[in-house]
């Protein structure tokens, strides 16, 4: 009886999340009393009452926010964002690449920046940005769902930096190269003896081998790593164009496309001949990591945008015109459909710092690989 109770405890933890989202009783003034005295104490702003947020949001009337989102979704967005909150004049601008992301540091940790209140958090300065966030107890208004984001989007460490889209990787292969009763369903199929000698495409940046981490523990991953070297696959650099090549018949499969990706690629092929497979434990990530500056102008109406962003139909835009960047913590989006069920290996907020660590110990266990050029 314990035995069936614990296999079933996963599912049941699973079951109140989400039916928490909607359901859970709103907290007593009393508690919300309390969280509001415990976040202060540690430092944190914490707004008790959605309605004064959004009067304020209403007395602020603007908004202006640099985001790592694509010109589609943030256009998109922005017109959905001001429909239904037509008080706020919003400003939203695109950042991309690292050059930029440094750049824009640089401006943050000059004071030049005074003028944006929602900044988009580059993993590559996050540590160093996040002195100059406004110390807002973002997890804890939504543990108490006096915002209506799911908690787990949240940095539990910082509070304040919540991330809105996951990211995710898949096994990418040609339908009438690879047959269907040879397909991987989980990582140790790679090294079955029939997928030794070019038989698929291995990227030199491991971010997807990386990101198993997690789930299997550094001494496990590595190991696997050097039995894939083993395997001689096709050391390639970069998805885009090794499923390109894959479509012409290159290629037999590849190990570690972004899901959204090979669907944009997928998408363009007439004939079905790019299939996928998702092998367990699935790699996310999370991306597109929001958080108010702290010398924003207007932090009420900048709330009201973390908590849209976090929304059903923001996240629909996100999957339609980012696309296919929705957040697995949210019921119905394009990813949490997709790995629903799914054993994952997340490369949650304490694990982000030692990506690129982990990253260069993979190569370190390919031995070095060079990509193979392709015309």
Excluded: C
């Amino acid at each position: 009886m314990k035995a069936a109770f614990s296999k079933l405890w996963p599912i049941i933890v699973l079951v109140m999340f989400l039916g928490s989202v909607s359901f859970a009783a709103s907290p007593s003034p009393a508690l919300l009393k309390a969280k509001k005295k415990e976040a202060e104490a540690k430092g944190y702003i914490f707004y008790p009452d959605h309605d004064e947020i959004m009067a304020k949001a209403k007395t602020e009337g603007k908004l202006r926010a640099i985001v790592n989102m694509r010109t589609p979704n943030i256009k998109a967005s922005g017109a959905a964002f001001r429909k239904q909150y037509p008080f706020i004049d919003l400003q939203l601008e695109e950042i991309t690449g690292t050059a930029a992301n440094q750049r824009f540091f640089l401006e943050v940790k000059s004071g030049m920046a005074k003028d944006w209140d929602v900044i988009h958090i580059s993993t590559d300065v996050r540590s160093e940005l996040v002195p100059h966030l406004l110390k807002v107890d973002i997890q804890g208004m939504a543990e108490q769902k006096v915002l209506q984001i799911p908690p787990p989007m949240i940095d539990p460490t910082n509070h304040s930096v919540v991330a809105f889209s996951s990211r995710f990787q898949i096994t990418a292969y040609n339908k009438n190269l690879v047959p269907a009763n040879q397909l991987p369903k989980v990582w140790e199929d790679l090294l079955r003896p029939e997928f030794k000698g070019k038989k698929f495409a291995v990227d030199i940046r491991p971010t997807e081998v990386a990101a198993l981490v997690p789930a299997w523990g550094l001494e496990k991953t590595l190991d696997f790593a050097r039995k894939v070297a083993a395997q001689q696959p096709i050391w390639v650099r970069g998805s885009i164009g090794t499923m390109t090549a894959m479509l012409a018949g290159e290629v037999p499969m590849m190990v570690g496309p972004n899901f959204h990706n090979m669907k944009e690629i997928q998408a363009k092929d007439r004939v079905g001949v790019l299939q996928y497979v998702i092998l367990e434990p699935v790699p996310l990530r999370f991306g597109n990591q929001q958080a108010i500056l702290a010398t924003s102008q207007h932090p009420y109406a900048a709330l009201l945008w973390l908590e849209w962003m976090a929304s059903p139909e923001a996240q629909k835009i996100t999957d339609e015109r980012e696309p296919l960047a929705s957040s697995v913590y949210v019921r119905g989006g394009t990813v949490e459909q997709e790995l629903r069920g799914k054993k994952l290996s997340v490369v949650g907020w304490e694990f982000e710092r030692h990506m690129e660590e982990w990253q260069t110990q993979v190569v370190g266990a390919y031995g070095f690989p060079k990509a193979e050029s392709r015309k």
